[in-house]
């Protein structure tokens, strides 16, 4: 049902690592990348107090930011050489409560256009073997060709 | 445009903000309650390292992470005594960085019904007197009646 | 990957059938049920001028009207008795133009709760043996007990 | 709060007159162009029995569809010359029944970008001077550039 991709960059495994390690973001909720292929993503990181809402599950709105990040690497990489990536827009459905010790988001390309990726990504829940589905959502990443995705850029460089 | 909506527990500003208070996500991003009416909420927090992306913007799963739970809080501010909220689903439009030195997220019911609620988000980003609209959302809660939003309860409770 | 669900209703067959007979607009763009199991619904129909575009492909919003009438009896064939459906909200994703001479929607429930269900359907334009994935999406529908589906209800009826 | 948008084109309204003309599925269902003004578009259409679901009220399909291409034409009077339109991805939520006897979706651009344009939209069943809210939704349009809206192209064309 999911395609097979090509990677457009044979580089891409360094350079989604790359972009990973360069966000905040990321490290400040823990997260690694856990499983890396043309076109597929998962993200997984540990319970800590601060990640969590009133019922000590993972928050919600942590978990769709980890599915998200799952999704813009799968997506990236099979952008080619010299792009960015930018979400355009995602939407989520809430399964189950995020209830577990470990999360975990795994995110698939369902189409690459030139300028546009919609990825379908799903969420998890793991506890001592279990893992329950939390979250499942539709992803629509954006391909900004001549674009470095190192450098600080200005505002104005992002005219989508 | 937008509806004039009654509260249906006449304690609603304190039981959001008892809510707000129990969430140690909210404290872990440093989000405080800027704004509370009833079908209204406005979140904000400042800029730090770990809240950003690779270009130093705000992370765009942290921008839909706040605006999820000012869309949550402004629909529990119209939920009755002894209920709970619980985000059934959103969908999220990226339309400009989160480059800014506060972010801010404001939610405004749409539909109060007796167990879903709609409700309409923006974030925008802010820094010296000067506002970009970051995303534009829609949010759909359920209204969770005869559970406390207190306890740490168990899986089997949400069966939605 | 998707769950094994067991209908509520022996008698879903007969219940999906009779609803989807019962509805105009569904013979007026000419659709049928193609394949109907428990959690599983299969929707078709052919090309027309009526529901085409300015290109001579089929209309977006058909394509989507389609799906949603699919996900709807997806998620009809798992409820118990003496209820009805309503669709809370959707998402779809335009992968490719709805070029064609037949569109066929598939919906599958994900997640099947005990007032929401949440269903994930695609459609395909098909033409001499060959098939093109259109659309993909994400449906959430409300499963109102103790309804009677056949009776033209008033207003009040529906308070979600 | 919503832009005031400037025209790229200063022949939009043929433009969009035009292409809605051409649309066969319109015409089908009825629908018209009730106001146009840029980045604004707000499309209308009566009741007949070909357009309801099983208790009388208009198909939410239909409901939809309607207000996609109110979406899609308020984009593309905001487009420049020698465009067309294409809808990426959208998102509607149900507020209530679609009782009425005329169906109005009228649709706002919130970001005009360089590619993509983000629409808000709504549709209300009106009867005997009464509105109802039934739907609301976000909608992501795509501008391709260089393309005519014209002429019946193949499907290799849109590689967007």
């Known amino acids: 049902m999911l395609a097979d991709f090509k990677p457009r960059n044979p580089?891409?495994?360094?350079?989604?690592?790359?972009?990973f390690a360069r966000q905040p973001y990321m490290a400040d909720i823990g997260a690694w990348i856990d499983r890396l292929e043309p076109g597929l993503c998962e993200l997984a990181l540990e319970r800590r107090p601060g990640l969590t809402q009133q019922h000590g599950f993972f928050h919600g709105g942590l978990?769709?930011?980890?599915?998200?990040?799952?999704?813009?690497?799968?997506?990236?990489?099979?952008?080619?050489?010299?792009?960015t990536v930018l979400t355009t827009e995602f939407k989520v459905n809430f399964l189950n409560p995020a209830q577990g010790t470990r999360l975990r988001a795994r995110a698939q390309v369902v189409k690459a256009?030139?300028?546009?990726?919609?990825?379908?990504?799903?969420?998890?829940?793991e506890e001592s073997g279990e893992r329950r589905h939390c979250l499942t959502g539709l992803f629509t990443m954006m391909c900004l060709t001549g674009k470095s995705d190192q450098v600080n850029f200005g505002r104005d460089v992002v005219s989508t």
Chains 1, 2, 3, 4 share one sequence.
């Open 11 to 19: 580089d891409y495994d360094h350079v989604v690592r790359d972009s």
């Open 63 to 83: 978990v769709s930011a980890l599915t998200d990040s799952a999704a813009g690497y799968a997506c990236y990489s099979l952008y080619p050489p010299d792009s």
């Open 113 to 125: 256009g030139k300028t546009l990726f919609v990825c379908q990504a799903d969420a998890y829940a």
